[in-house]
């Protein structure tokens, strides 16, 4: 069975900075490709960043440069580091695995952005 774990989330003031990770178990982690996404309420699921195994990380526009993306084939675990935090970074943050036709999801972690 494929479960993906995602931990972190919380709240932070505007400037602050959490670390997300996301562990799965029952997938050859290695083989995938992982991503972060989140999601607003009456909003479609966002793409925040990508990182393949061995290949180079891509970011959304709005995260660049503060935002890192990082996996541990090792631990099984994909992290997300999120700096400099702004109010409208403000949602569920989900973890996706994918590789050919294969995807998985995790349940989400909230991030709320608020003095």
């Known amino acids: 069975q494929v479960q993906l774990v995602e931990s972190g989330g919380g709240l932070v003031q505007p400037g602050g900075s959490l670390r997300l990770s996301c562990t799965a178990s029952?997938?050859?982690?290695?083989?995938?490709?992982m991503r972060w996404y989140r999601q607003v309420p009456g909003k479609q699921r966002e793409l925040v960043a990508t990182?393949?195994?061995?290949?180079?990380?891509v970011y959304a526009n709005s995260v660049k440069g503060r935002f890192t993306i990082s996996r541990d084939n090792a631990k099984n675990t994909v992290y997300l580091q999120m700096n400099s935090l702004k109010p409208e970074d403000t949602a569920v943050y989900y973890c996706n695995a994918i590789y050919i036709n294969y995807s998985h999801w995790g349940r989400g972690t909230q991030v709320t952005v608020s003095s």
């Open positions: 990182v393949p195994n061995g290949g180079a990380t």
């Open positions: 029952g997938i050859i982690f290695s083989d995938y490709t």
